[in-house]
T-cell receptor, first 117, second 111 residues
Framework: GAVVSQHPSWVICKSGTSVKIECRSLDFQATTMFWYRQFPKQSLMLMATSNEGSKATYEQGVEKDKFLINHASLTLSTLTVTSAHPEDSSFYIC?????????????FGEGSWLTVV | RKEVEQDPGPFNVPEGATVAFNCTYSNSASQSFFWYRQDCRKEPKLLMSVYSSGNEDGRFTAQLNRASQYISLLIRDSKLSDSATYLCVVKPPGSARQLTFGSGTQLTVLP
């Protein structure tokens, strides 16, 4: 079963509205989660690193005021796309890092398809 | 130059064929290397890690050439279910840096 759950899987919203995507780690605590975006036929691009209890670290070119990230607990990070526009339509994927004795393991969520109309 | 480069394909091969993918990375200090598989409209899933000595998992063989900074994936006896996009993934040096994904190579195995 999935160890990282993303919700919603699909969302359609009107241009100008905001959409929130949740990423939950199941059965483990994730102090760090990552948000990626993938456009059709392109690679996953890291948008930001979400740190529990502190501000997210955004990659160059990603607007922090447009893509709000909140990591309020050890099992939940949320990405809010504010004032969405059609060009924000994309596949958004989160991942969470589980720290283990033998090293770190990255688990991906199932992804969220956002369509802005 | 992209940090991780792959031939986008598509590769269309008949069932039972052997197919190889290559990937190059730009940062010679990169530490870890992986091949992920991504099915259409799904999240990437780890296929295998790539070790310096080369490693094999069933029909899949991964090789790493640090001197030339390339990674390869060989799939033998291709199955229809192998059809997917294969992503070359590199972890750059530094604990703060996260995975860097190649754009993927699309494989279609034909009956």
């Amino acid at each position: 079963g999935a160890v990282v759950s993303q919700h919603p899987s699909w969302v359609i919203c009107k241009s100008g509205t905001s959409v929130k995507i949740e990423c939950r780690s199941l059965d483990f605590q994730a102090t760090t989660m990552f948000w990626y975006r993938q456009f059709p036929k392109q690679s996953l691009m890291l948008m930001a690193t979400s740190n529990e209890g502190s501000k997210a670290t955004y990659e160059q070119g990603v607007e922090k005021d447009k893509f709000l990230i909140n990591h309020a607990s050890l099992t939940l990070s949320t990405l809010t796309v504010t004032s969405a526009h059609p060009e924000d339509s994309s596949f958004y994927i989160c991942s969470a890092r589980e720290r283990g004795l033998s090293g770190n393991t990255i688990y991906f969520g199932e992804g969220s398809w956002l369509t802005v109309v | 130059r992209k940090e991780v480069e792959q031939d986008p394909g598509p590769f269309n091969v008949p069932e039972g064929a052997t197919v190889a993918f290559n990937c190059t990375y730009s940062n010679s200090a990169s530490q870890s290397f992986f091949w992920y598989r991504q099915d259409c409209r799904k999240e990437p899933k780890l296929l295998m890690s790539v070790y310096s000595s080369g490693n094999e998992d069933g029909r899949f063989t991964a090789q790493l050439n640090r001197a030339s900074q390339y990674i390869s994936l060989l799939i033998r006896d291709s199955k229809l279910s192998d059809s997917a996009t294969y992503l070359c993934v590199v972890k750059p040096p530094g604990s703060a840096r996260q995975l860097t994904f190649g754009s993927g190579t699309q494989l279609t195995v034909l009956p």
